[in-house]
């Protein structure tokens, strides 16, 4: 059974930085890639960014480039997404993921429970 645990979160003022964990247990995953999603009220979830475990590869939203980062530490099998510059614009629901790479959610069938992010003006 495969289990992704999210810690991190919490309520920041524009401009703050934050940082997100995702710790995976139970099976390795391999080849898969591990990803962050969002989702606002109202809106659908939402492509973030993403790694392969391998660490070499990473895909970012547009909409994040350049103050997100996506990291990894295979020893304890934890994702990292590191935000920078937040803006309120980046309040939401932030959910890991974990499988195959896509920018839809429908591809990845294990997901943390989801940590709330809310960036004040």
């Known amino acids: 059974q495969v289990q992704l645990v999210q810690s991190g979160g919490g309520l920041v003022q524009a401009g703050d930085s934050l940082r997100l964990s995702c710790a995976a247990s139970?099976?390795?995953?391999?080849?898969?890639?591990m990803a962050w999603f969002r989702q606002a009220p109202g809106k659908e979830r939402e492509f973030v960014g993403s790694?392969?475990?391998?660490?070499?590869?990473?895909y970012y939203a547009d909409s994040v480039k350049g103050r997100f980062t996506i990291s990894r530490d295979n020893a304890t099998k934890t994702v990292y997404l590191q935000m920078n510059s937040l803006k309120p614009d980046d309040t939401a629901v932030y959910y890991c993921?974990?499988?195959?790479?896509?920018?839809?959610?429908?591809?990845?069938?294990?997901w943390g429970q989801g940590t709330q992010v809310t960036v004040s003006s």
């Open positions: 790694i392969h475990w391998n660490g070499i590869s990473t």
């Open positions: 993921g974990g499988g195959l790479h896509s920018t839809r959610a429908s591809a990845y069938g294990y």
């Open positions: 139970g099976r390795t995953f391999g080849s898969y890639y």
